[in-house]
């Protein structure tokens, strides 16, 4: 079974993502702070722009948000998700993550192409390692089949595609496929960007803590083939 693609453009029909967008969309900017979007807007780059909603206070609005609606569908998460990535501000977009790592559970492997639509559409570190590891590890472990677009994935040219299918297993712990997790990193060993060689030494230091010494018997045998900054970030907690 695979679902790879490069993801929906149509966004279905949902009662409930009217309500939850309309309400969305007059909480947050009554809330917006001009000077702090900017200061938000700069760290993360100029990516996107920002209202300038604090975390805790993005979060406090998005409970009234949804205060009183129903449980969604998979179609609901797809349209909420998809309608929000539409918007601008960056804070549409965090909603939009954290709704779908709430709601993971009640969707199949037809959200896989929505995922991925939402990593590819104004990739940042920000969204795309949330997705990653709620979102699509959440789609992996509950449909193995979806290994296989794993197995795509890793071997895509977007960097935010590969660095999806690295992080996928982030909170597998013991359940982690140990053999598809080395042989990804070892996959993308040679990659000259940052934010790949950043994604291979943070998901062997997560599974370090699980198991440290496959890691570093993993890195003992292969150490060469990585960057130093894998390396560094993989023997963080557990030493050479």
């Keep these: 079974m695979t679902v790879t693609g490069a993801g929906p453009a149509h966004v279905p029909d949902s009662v409930l993502a009217d309500l939850v967008l309309e309400r969305l969309t007059v909480a947050y900017p009554a809330a917006a702070d001009p000077e702090r979007a900017?200061?938000?807007?700069?760290?993360?780059?100029?990516?996107?722009?920002?209202?300038?909603?604090?975390?805790?206070e993005r979060r406090a609005l998005s409970r009234t948000v949804l205060e009183g609606t129903s449980r969604p569908d998979e179609a609901d998460c797809t349209a909420i998700a998809l309608r929000c990535w539409r918007l601008p501000e960056r804070e549409y977009q965090y909603f939009a993550v954290d709704y779908l790592r709430r709601h993971s559970a009640r969707c199949s492997a037809g959200l896989l192409p929505v995922a991925r639509h939402l990593?590819?559409?104004?990739?940042?570190?920000?969204?795309?390692?949330?997705?990653?590891?709620?979102?699509?590890g959440a789609l992996v472990e509950a449909d193995p089949r979806l290994t296989a677009d794993m197995d795509a994935w890793i071997t895509d040219d977007d960097l935010w595609v590969a660095r999806t299918a690295l992080l996928h297993q982030l909170r597998f712990k013991e359940r982690t496929d140990?053999?598809?997790?080395?042989?990804?990193?070892?996959?993308?060993?040679?990659?000259?960007?940052?934010?790949?060689?950043?994604?291979?030494?943070?998901?062997?230091?997560?599974?370090?803590?699980?198991?440290?010494?496959?890691?570093?018997?993993?890195?003992?045998?292969?150490?060469?083939?990585?960057?130093?900054?894998?390396?560094?970030e993989a023997l963080k907690n557990i030493g050479t």
């Design 38 to 56: 900017a200061v938000m807007r700069a760290y993360m780059k100029d990516v996107a722009p920002f209202l300038g909603l604090s975390s805790p």
């Design 119 to 136: 990593i590819t559409t104004v990739p940042w570190w920000d969204t795309v390692d949330a997705l990653a590891a709620h979102v699509v």
């Design 178 to 232: 140990t053999d598809r997790l080395f042989a990804y990193c070892l996959r993308q060993s040679g990659h000259t960007d940052f934010f790949v060689r950043k994604a291979i030494g943070w998901c062997l230091r997560e599974y370090a803590k699980t198991d440290p010494e496959a890691v570093r018997g993993f890195l003992a045998r292969e150490r060469g083939r990585f960057a130093p900054l894998s390396v560094r």
